[in-house]
């Protein structure tokens, strides 16, 4: 029985780990580096809040420099940085259900006009290699901001 499990343990962990994308393995830093696009914004839940981006393209490089341009083709430069945190949840009988979460802080100027946006993301998920959703949370609503790689 054992010989069976070792024979099919090879290949099968050939296919896995050669067929498919290692940015699972890498650190969000290095995933969010390139060229990606805000696709959509969701709302879910009560309330209603100005969004400072809603549309537009963002290129994240290292070590945390970032250029967006909006819809009307207007050039921002600045930075960006996730952090890595830990929120506490509800402890019973000293189990407490503690999550870690990644945040997103960016900055952006356009250095002609002199505008400047900011934003920070709560918590950011990759959903695949070329998509993630960023997250606010605002008193009882939520914005889920759908990224796609281009």
């Known amino acids: 029985m054992k010989k069976i499990y070792s024979t099919l343990l090879i290949p099968l962990s050939l296919i896995i780990f ?3 994308s290692k940015d699972v393995f890498k650190n969000y830093e290095e995933r969010i ?7 959509d914004v969701d709302r879910i839940g009560f ?9 537009g393209r963002f290129t994240f ?10 819809r ?10 996730i952090r890595k945190q830990t929120i506490r949840g509800n402890c019973d009988n000293g189990d407490c259900n503690d999550r870690n979460v990644n945040t997103l ?6 250095f002609g006009t002199r505008d400047v946006k900011t934003e920070h993301f ?15 949370y605002l008193n009882s609503t939520t914005y889920v901001f759908k990224f796609r790689r281009q």
């Not at 009307?72 to 940085?81: A, D, M, P, V």
């Open 122 to 136: 709560d918590d950011v998920k990759f959903t695949a290699t070329d998509k993630f959703n960023a997250y606010i």
């Open 47 to 55: 309330g209603n809040a100005s969004l400072t981006f809603t549309e």
């Open 105 to 110: 802080s960016i900055t952006a100027i356009d």
């Open 33 to 39: 580096e390139g060229t990606w696009r805000l696709d």
């Open 61 to 70: 490089m290292e070590p945390g420099k970032l250029e967006y341009t909006d």
């Open 72 to 81: 009307f083709g207007g050039l921002y430069q600045g930075s960006w940085e």
């Open 18 to 20: 050669t067929g498919c």
